[in-house]
T-cell receptor, first 112, second 112 residues
């Protein structure tokens, strides 16, 4: 079973708008990562946030982590058509074996 | 650097046939992983390895075997393919500990 679950499953927006997707998980984690997957390609790492961090930025990406609510959000600002992809969160459980567990992903479509 | 490469990119098998998928990485990573990705299921871990000569089962190991004879290579074998093994297979590698994973481009396998 998935440790992390993304929400929504699908998101459709216009270019220039912001896109927000969420990840909820069940057990305590050491870190949470977000990945992007373009159609037919492998996953690409976007950002890692550790359990003692609350917010991280990377370019147009902003990730927040709320360990009390066991949730994270990924915000893409000023989206572009090239941001069209699936986005996955991956969690590494505290006291675990450093093996991340992936959610089912959010499919983002950005219309030009 | 080539990163993570997978061979072959596509394959069609008949039920009962066997095959081996090869994953190679040139980043000197200790950890390597095999995932399968099915529509609506996200990525599920099949087997992983935390170092040369070691392997461990993931979430969905049945019907698969793996070997890590060399640090840079991780092989995934299907001894008797079944239609349920039709999927896209991804290999990944990472340094030890809580770190990002680097993914290969995937192998699309169809079992008839």
């Amino acid at each position: 079973s998935q440790q992390g679950e993304e929400d929504p499953q699908a998101l459709s927006i216009q270019e220039g708008e912001n896109a927000t997707m969420n990840c909820s998980y069940k057990t305590s984690i050491n870190n949470l990562q977000w990945y992007r997957q373009n159609s037919g390609r492998g996953l690409v790492h976007l950002i890692l946030i550790r359990s003692n961090e609350r917010e991280k930025h990377s370019g147009r990406l902003r990730v927040t982590l709320d360990t009390s609510k066991k949730s994270s959000s990924l915000l893409i600002t000023a989206s572009r058509a090239a941001d069209t992809a699936s986005y996955f969160c991956a969690t590494e459980v505290s006291g675990g074996s450093y093996i991340p567990t992936f959610g089912r992903g959010t499919s983002l479509i950005v219309h030009p | 650097n080539a990163g993570v490469t997978q061979t072959p990119k596509f394959r069609v098998l008949k039920t009962g046939q066997s095959m081996t998928l090869l994953c190679a990485q040139d980043m000197n990573h200790e950890y390597m992983y095999w995932y399968r990705q099915d529509p609506g299921m996200g990525l599920r871990l099949i087997h992983y390895s935390v170092g040369e000569g070691t392997t461990a089962k993931g979430e969905v190991p049945d019907g698969y075997n793996v070997s890590r004879l060399k640090k840079q290579n991780f092989l995934l074998g299907l001894e008797s393919a079944a239609p349920s093994q039709t999927s896209v297979y991804f290999c990944a590698s990472s340094p030890p500990g809580y770190n990002e994973q680097f993914f290969g481009p995937g192998t699309r396998l169809t079992v008839l």
